[in-house]
């Protein structure tokens, strides 16, 4: 089981391109989440998606946008990127129907927009 | 707002005991996670309270008092490979979570 995948891993963007970064949970989960992480902060949520048809917005949404066909996948596109979304992207699943409901996190996408 | 506080970093010696704080003023409360996260990799799942008390889970424990917004994480028995990040979040009335800056644990032999 691979649990989530991410893709690329890591990635240098020139300012006002287009970019998506990939991701694929195997574990059936219902809710999935894209954070961002930089130095000295905490993980900021930018759009999140509680089951497959529903997204909402997180913490830091401008500039990014999702969508969720289906259960399993959960692209974050960026449409015209610049240099402050420079930084470590995780995506990140967790089952909302039962216990904790921890996360679960794929490897991050490295993304450098110069 | 909301607001989680952590130490930025903190240094144990192997085979010692370590307490890291955890500090929280959120809207509502639907429990607080402790995850953990080496350089470079992604953070995984290490603990969950909700109820007030004490969770042990091997060489970690997980503290709760909900009446006074604070959380600790027990490390015991440290080991080199426990040099890593560890990230307190609290899930708010909205059902999403609140993350700290993270806790940025050395250890030395």
């Known amino acids: 089981i691979a649990g989530i995948t991410q893709a690329p891993t890591s990635q240098i963007l020139a300012a006002g391109r287009r970019m998506t970064l990939r991701c694929t949970q195997d574990?059936?989960?219902?809710?999935m989440y894209w954070y961002r992480q930089d130095l000295g902060l905490g993980l900021r949520l930018i759009h999140y998606?509680?089951?497959?048809?529903?997204?909402g917005k997180g913490e830091v949404p401008d500039g990014y946008s999702v969508s969720r066909a289906n259960t399993d996948d959960f692209p974050l596109t960026l449409a015209s990127a610049v240099p402050s979304q420079t930084s470590v992207y995780f995506c990140?699943?967790?089952?909302?129907?039962?216990?904790?409901?921890?996360?679960?996190f794929g490897e991050g996408s490295r993304l450098t927009v110069l | 707002g909301q607001n989680i506080d952590q130490p930025t970093e903190m240094t144990a010696t192997e085979g010692a005991i370590v307490q890291i704080n955890c500090t929280y003023q959120?809207?509502?409360?639907?429990?607080l996670f402790w995850y953990q996260q080496h350089a470079g990799e992604a953070p995984t799942f290490l603990s969950y309270?909700?109820l007030d008390g004490l969770e042990e889970k091997g060489r970690f424990s997980s503290f709760l008092s909900r009446s006074k917004g604070y959380s600790y994480l027990l490390l015991k028995e440290l080991q080199m490979k426990d040099s890593a990040s560890y990230l307190c979040?609290?899930?708010?009335?909205?059902?999403?979570?609140?993350w700290g800056a993270g806790t940025k644990l050395i250890i030395k032999p």
């Open positions: 990140a699943s967790s089952d909302l129907a039962g216990g904790p409901g921890e996360l679960f």
């Open positions: 574990m059936r989960h219902n809710a």
């Open positions: 998606s509680n089951t497959a048809g529903t997204t």
């Open positions: 959120t809207s509502g409360f639907n429990g």
């Open positions: 309270n909700v």
């Open positions: 979040a609290v899930r708010d009335s909205n059902y999403q979570l609140i």
